[in-house]
């Protein structure tokens, strides 16, 4: 989807020039990688394909990255081959290209990722920019329901950079909790993106598991043969600059420049049951993998339930039970921990306070907290009740605090209601 035209955007605010003029001290992190074509993911060795994909971590800026991308176009590419890395940019031991290289892979090459540009003052021309775009595709609106999280999730409800040369991976993946996501390409060059649809994504898990890799946060880059052989349809396009790529509920997808680039991307959740179902699904399978929920569902169905005008019948149902349940757990909990002659203590919640989440665990920890003593860090951490119960300090050594009151989580329930459009 061309947007630049019809949308008298000025994607030119989004080039590595005028983002250095910026703020060009601003932090990036940085994916160190080896250049491989886009169908092709060798092991160390180059004798083989494999799922696997290495890369090593590293920091920068976006003025650093900016001289980076400048270089990199004024050199011929082979100057980042293994003999002629930059002083500074790479030590001999971060080096992961073959031994022995018969395609010629053996370059490394730099990834800047996870650009933060959720500072209103210091984006201010970014962000206003980015207003431009249709209703339910914005960063904030009323038809995107992880704007109603009410606290910053870097890269979720905020937007992300990604600055790039050619080469660089984003390795396959489904977005946070299976939301969508709105990613533009602001040039100068083209990014290649592979994609395979919601259903098939067992397939890729089971690819994963078979390579002793974690679907959820292992690095993976799939080999096109081994889906073929599967069945497994696979969508490849050229995103070119200008071009906004819109990723439906739980598509799994994996991309990679070919050429010098710039993107920005966030996620987006439209209020529809169908999507809910998807975030919520993710939710439970993070559990039991024991893989943090970037997203707070619990927290974030209080609050849709607070401020949304809920006129889609499935998203109702599935809304009204998760909060039965959750309003359910929470009396029956309070009532056992009194019984134990647990005292909890009253704490509320300050605006913009994040959800929290289990240390041990990863599990959302929701208006029951669990609190330790100080650790050797001087700093205090919350506990779900199963792990506070399973370590050696006795369960009324904790802080049990409350955030919201029963009363005002019933109001909260009884005023959900299905609206005719």
Same mark, same amino acid.
């Given at each position: 989807? #061309?947007?630049?035209?019809?949308?008298?955007?000025?994607?030119?605010?989004?080039?590595?020039?005028?983002?250095?003029?910026?703020?060009?001290?601003?932090?990036?992190?940085?994916?160190?990688?080896?250049?491989?074509?886009?169908?092709?993911?060798?092991?160390?060795?180059?004798?083989?394909?494999?799922?696997?994909?290495?890369?090593?971590?590293?920091?920068?800026?976006?003025?650093?990255?900016?001289?980076?991308?400048?270089?990199?176009?004024?050199?011929?590419?082979?100057?980042?081959?293994?003999?002629?890395?930059?002083?500074?940019?790479?030590?001999?031991?971060?080096?992961?290209?073959?031994?022995?290289?018969?395609?010629?892979?053996?370059?490394?090459?730099?990834?800047?990722?996870?650009?933060?540009?959720?500072?209103?003052?210091?984006?201010?021309?970014?962000?206003?920019?980015?207003?431009?775009?249709?209703?339910?595709?914005?960063?904030?609106?009323?038809?995107?329901?992880?704007?109603?999280?009410?606290?910053?999730?870097?890269? #979720?409800?905020?937007?992300?950079?990604?600055?790039?040369?050619?080469?660089?991976?984003?390795?396959?993946?489904?977005?946070?909790?299976?939301?969508?996501?709105?990613?533009?390409?602001?040039?100068?060059?083209?990014?290649?993106?592979?994609?395979?649809?919601?259903?098939?994504?067992?397939?890729?898990?089971?690819?994963?598991?078979?390579?002793?890799?974690?679907?959820?946060?292992?690095?993976?880059?799939?080999?096109?043969?081994?889906?073929?052989?599967?069945?497994?349809?696979?969508?490849?396009?050229?995103?070119?600059?200008?071009?906004?790529?819109?990723?439906?509920?739980?598509?799994?997808?994996?991309?990679?420049?070919?050429?010098?680039?710039?993107?920005?991307?966030?996620?987006?959740?439209?209020?529809?049951?169908?999507?809910?179902?998807?975030?919520?699904?993710?939710?439970?399978?993070?559990?039991?993998?024991?893989?943090?929920?970037?997203?707070?569902?619990?927290?974030?169905?209080?609050?849709?339930?607070?401020? #949304?005008?809920?006129?889609?019948?499935?998203?109702?149902?599935?809304?009204?039970?998760?909060?039965?349940?959750?309003?359910?757990?929470?009396?029956?909990?309070?009532?056992?921990?009194?019984?134990?002659?647990?005292?909890?203590?009253?704490?509320?919640?300050?605006?913009?306070?994040?959800?929290?989440?289990?240390?041990?665990?990863?599990?959302?920890?929701?208006?029951?907290?669990?609190?330790?003593?100080?650790?050797?860090?001087?700093?205090?951490?919350?506990?779900?009740?199963?792990?506070?119960?399973?370590?050696?300090?006795?369960?009324?050594?904790?802080?049990?605090?409350?955030?919201?009151?029963?009363?005002?989580?019933?109001?909260?329930?009884?005023?959900?209601?299905?609206?005719?459009?």
């Amino acid at each position: 989807m #061309v947007i630049e035209n019809c949308l008298c955007k000025d994607l030119n605010i989004f080039s590595s020039k005028s983002l250095t003029c910026a703020n060009e001290h601003h932090p990036m992190d940085v994916r160190i990688q080896r250049k491989q074509t886009g169908d092709q993911n060798w092991d160390l060795s180059g004798k083989q394909q494999v799922w696997t994909y290495e890369s090593t971590r590293s920091e920068t800026t976006i003025g650093e990255y900016a001289h980076y991308q400048e270089q990199y176009y004024n050199t011929d590419t082979t100057s980042f081959d293994s003999g002629n890395v930059p002083a500074g940019q790479l030590h001999q031991s971060q080096i992961l290209f073959p031994a022995n290289d018969p395609e010629g892979q053996s370059k490394v090459i730099k990834f800047a990722t996870n650009g933060d540009l959720s500072d209103e003052i210091k984006w201010a021309v970014q962000l206003a920019e980015l207003q431009k775009l249709p209703e339910f595709m914005k960063v904030a609106s009323e038809m995107n329901m992880l704007s109603y999280i009410d606290h910053t999730i870097s890269g #979720v409800n905020s937007v992300q950079l990604y600055m790039k040369v050619a080469g660089c991976r984003t390795p396959g993946h489904q977005e946070n909790n299976n939301f969508c996501s709105v990613n533009l390409n602001v040039g100068p060059e083209d990014t290649e993106w592979f994609a395979v649809p919601n259903r098939y994504w067992g397939v890729l898990n089971s690819f994963c598991s078979k390579y002793k890799i974690d679907f959820l946060s292992g690095t993976w880059w799939p080999v096109l043969d081994d889906l073929e052989k599967e069945g497994v349809p696979v969508y490849r396009f050229l995103q070119r600059r200008g071009d906004l790529v819109w990723v439906n509920p739980g598509t799994p997808h994996w991309v990679q420049a070919t050429g010098i680039c710039n993107n920005v991307s966030w996620n987006v959740g439209p209020v529809t049951g169908h999507q809910y179902r998807m975030a919520m699904e993710r939710y439970e399978w993070c559990k039991m993998r024991c893989v943090k929920s970037i997203v707070p569902m619990i927290h974030l169905s209080w609050n849709i339930a607070r401020f #949304v005008r809920v006129t889609d019948a499935i998203l109702f149902a599935q809304l009204k039970e998760c909060l039965t349940r959750s309003l359910l757990f929470c009396e029956y909990q309070m009532k056992r921990l009194k019984d134990e002659g647990i005292v909890i203590s009253w704490h509320g919640r300050s605006d913009r306070e994040p959800a929290h989440y289990c240390t041990v665990c990863q599990v959302e920890v929701f208006n029951i907290l669990f609190v330790s003593s100080k650790n050797s860090k001087g700093e205090h951490y919350v506990l779900c009740e199963q792990c506070t119960r399973a370590t050696d300090i006795s369960i009324h050594e904790h802080k049990v605090l409350n955030q919201f009151t029963i009363e005002e989580l019933k109001v909260v329930l009884n005023g959900l209601d299905l609206h005719c459009i």
